[in-house]
Every structure is written in C-alpha cells, then in structure tokens.
C-alpha cells in the first residue's frame, strides 16, 4: 500500500509555505504526486455593497487576496519543480467545505492545517477542519500551526477503542506504519462502557498491524471523559517520542452544526504532532 496521490490545502496563512514544505516531503517518500488546492475565505459581495463606503474596501481585499494568491501559486510550482514533485495547481471558486471534500475523494491523502486563532487567514470556512475530516471520506493529515517538524511516520503513535472509526484510521495509517521505525498502539481502555466487552482488544490489532510494521507494542490508557482523552494522548504521544498520531475522528453533521466527540475536539483544538484523522 502507499499514498500516490496527495492533495495539499493552502491558503494565504503565514504557515502556508511550511505546510507545503511538510507536503513535499511526504510526496517525495511515497513517490506521490501532489496536488496543491488554493481555498480562502470569500465574503458574499452583496454584504458590502449594501453598506455606504464598503464596496471599495471590499474590491481591495479582493485584488490583495488575488495578489497573495498568485503568489502562493508561483511557490507552489517553484518549490515543487526544486522538489521534483509531479504536481498540479488547483484554486478553488466555490467555499471550501463544498471544494476541499470533493477533491479529497480521489486522494489518497488530504493534508491541511490546524486552526490558529493568531491567524485570521486560517479561517477558511465555519468548522473546516471538523467538516473536512467528517466529509471528506479520506484520511486527513493535519500539521499544527505551530512547531518545526523535521520527521513524520517513523515512531508512530496510534490510538485504538475497538471502534469503527479506530479501526479506519489505523488501516488508511498502513503507509506510514510500513516504513515506520517503531508503532505504539495505544489501548483506549473504557471499563465502563457497554461495548467494552464487544470492541475488538488493541492486542488483536497490533497482531494485524504488525504484519505491515516492525517494532509494534501496545500502551494501555484509562479513559475519562472525551476531552481527558485527547490531552492524555497528546501527552503520551509525546512521552514516546512519536511524530505522528493515527486516530478515529468521531462526530456526525446535524441540521447547522457538527457534533464532534470530546477527544477529536481537543486533539483539533490542542495538537502538537501530526495527527491523521479518519472518520
């Protein structure tokens, strides 16, 4: 198994250039062609012009964000060709939500970023990140909006309950875990849930995994409540020493809103590796 066609999420973010760079190197691994997506926040046009003065404001930020835009495309091709990356620029006119998912369905892999409530421009569209994840049908890796990450995927760290969406993730992780140094699969343990009993042992998954990976060993975790356990595998990722975290995204879309399990909130909301996320 192996990634060969990635698409990257960018936008006009300061972390845009090093989240193509992460992109980069994760096609130059598997040998993947890489497919830059440009999508930005576009406000409705009709919205200013009702307001005295705002139609001229609203015609610069356009031509800035187009200005920026051209930019990043330029970027793009140059990094890609120094990289010698096969690759193809794709800039979004439609919102987000709607272009991302869609393109990410003929991906092998999606990379985005995270949220940063520093940085404006990471506001794509309302809950991107948790709609990506929940629509997109495909994994999404995605890179904090903070830190340098020199590696990925070779001391890999994944979270398994037995669950469907565990057991999604841990599988669209293959790629990774074949070339990985070292994989820890840690066992979310919840003594007190009904399905305990039914939810497939971590021990059985290691077994699987450990037929694509080497070095693989099983961490028991006591669950709390959702958000406890996105913090605590936050911290027992890095007291492993991983770089990247493979965990089931769980939630479901209701009428104008997501609903997002605790852990998969806070991991979105507080990464500090790498995390990809299945649904």
Known sequence: MSYKSIVVHLDTSLRAHARLEFALRVARRFGAHLTGLSAVYTPEAHSFYVMAGSAEYFRE???????RLAALERLFHAETARAKVPAAWVRADEPANLAVPRAA????????????????????????????????????????HAGEFASVGERVFVAWDGSREAARAAHDAIPFLEHAKRTTVAAVVDRHSEAATTRIPAADAALMLARHARDVNVLDIDAGDGSAIGDTLLSRAYETGSDLLVMGAYGHPRWREL????????????????????H
């Open 61 to 67: 930020r356009r031509d800035q964000r187009d200005d």
């Open 105 to 144: 369905r003929v991906a092998d892999l999606v990379i985005a970023g995270q949220s940063d409530p520093s940085d404006p421009e990471t506001y794509i569209d309302d809950q991107f990140p948790e709609n990506l994840v929940l629509s997109a049908g495909r994994p999404v890796l995605f890179v904090p």
């Open 259 to 278: 609903i997002l399990g605790g852990a998969t909130r806070t991991v979105l909301a507080s990464m500090t590796l790498p995390v990809l996320m299945s």
